[in-house]
């Protein structure tokens, strides 16, 4: 089954779309099979029940019980190679 | 993915000269040149502030600190991306906390609309921003012409 990534970001248009575009380019491009959809913060309450893996483009001070990464290295490229190990390894067994 | 749209840069739309000691203060001189030009709406002022104050956009590239502030759409009255190179850093909180505040020396505000066509642009800033040649010959430019040429010259390739 595929994985669920949900990326959030302050309105769901901008960065988070942003990113969710390149994770799932970067996600393809390593063979996982994912459903990358971006969200406004507002209904991320919503999307994440149902989410495998939260990317978040805002700061997180909730536990959703699901693993949280760091939007902002898909979106500089800073540190994207290490956090995308991470996100791999969190959801290439589902 | 499409190329993303170059006509959203425009030689007007960059600004060399808009000196302020804070962000909120950038955002108000800012909003002086925009609103005549009819880019925003009277709400955009206090709306950018609330959202940056919220949800930052400081960001460290591998090209050096910048910010991409924007808003919602609805205080958007026409599609614009503004390139603001102030004359001293302005300080910008980091992006979701994810660091130190930064300096930012180039801030790029999406003027965004629903139409998709922001996501294109700021994947292919990033994209440049991650270049440091790139960066430095944008951050050479002292017309708005030369800005806009730097910048979406290296777009699309």
């Given at each position: 089954m595929a994985a669920k990534i949900i990326v959030a970001c302050g309105?769901?248009?901008?960065t988070s779309q942003t990113v969710a575009n390149k994770v799932s380019k970067l996600l393809k491009e390593r063979g996982i099979d994912a459903d990358v959809e971006a969200v406004d913060i507002h209904s991320l309450k919503h999307y994440i029940k149902s989410a495998d893996a939260y990317i978040a483009v805002v700061k997180v001070d909730e536990d959703y019980g699901i693993p949280v990464f760091n939007g902002v290295a898909f979106l500089t490229g800073m540190g994207q190679d290490e956090e995308l190990d991470k996100l791999i390894d969190a959801v290439k067994d589902l | 993915m499409p190329s993303p749209d170059a006509s959203l840069f425009k030689p007007e739309l960059v600004?060399?000269?808009?000196?302020?000691?804070s962000a909120p203060e950038l955002f108000d001189a800012l909003y002086e040149r925009l609103a005549p030009m009819g880019y925003?709406?009277?709400?955009?002022p206090s709306a950018i502030k609330e959202r940056e104050a919220s949800y930052p956009t400081g960001l460290l590239t591998p090209g050096g600190p910048i910010a991409i502030p924007h808003v919602d759409?609805?205080?958007?009255e026409r599609p614009y991306i503004a390139v603001v190179k102030p004359p001293r850093p302005v300080t910008f909180e980091f992006m979701a906390g994810m660091g130190d505040p930064v300096a930012a020396e180039l801030v790029i505000n999406l003027g965004i609309?629903?139409?998709?066509g922001q996501v294109q642009v700021l994947q292919a800033l990033m994209d440049l921003f991650g270049d440091a040649e790139s960066v430095a010959d944008i951050m050479a430019q002292t017309t708005g012409e030369g800005m806009v040429s730097a910048i979406v010259s290296r777009f699309g390739g």
């Amino acid at each position: 089954m595929a994985a669920k990534i949900i990326v959030a970001c302050g309105s769901g248009i901008a960065t988070s779309q942003t990113v969710a575009n390149k994770v799932s380019k970067l996600l393809k491009e390593r063979g996982i099979d994912a459903d990358v959809e971006a969200v406004d913060i507002h209904s991320l309450k919503h999307y994440i029940k149902s989410a495998d893996a939260y990317i978040a483009v805002v700061k997180v001070d909730e536990d959703y019980g699901i693993p949280v990464f760091n939007g902002v290295a898909f979106l500089t490229g800073m540190g994207q190679d290490e956090e995308l190990d991470k996100l791999i390894d969190a959801v290439k067994d589902l | 993915m499409p190329s993303p749209d170059a006509s959203l840069f425009k030689p007007e739309l960059v600004f060399f000269d808009l000196a302020a000691p804070s962000a909120p203060e950038l955002f108000d001189a800012l909003y002086e040149r925009l609103a005549p030009m009819g880019y925003v709406r009277e709400s955009w002022p206090s709306a950018i502030k609330e959202r940056e104050a919220s949800y930052p956009t400081g960001l460290l590239t591998p090209g050096g600190p910048i910010a991409i502030p924007h808003v919602d759409p609805e205080h958007i009255e026409r599609p614009y991306i503004a390139v603001v190179k102030p004359p001293r850093p302005v300080t910008f909180e980091f992006m979701a906390g994810m660091g130190d505040p930064v300096a930012a020396e180039l801030v790029i505000n999406l003027g965004i609309t629903r139409d998709g066509g922001q996501v294109q642009v700021l994947q292919a800033l990033m994209d440049l921003f991650g270049d440091a040649e790139s960066v430095a010959d944008i951050m050479a430019q002292t017309t708005g012409e030369g800005m806009v040429s730097a910048i979406v010259s290296r777009f699309g390739g």
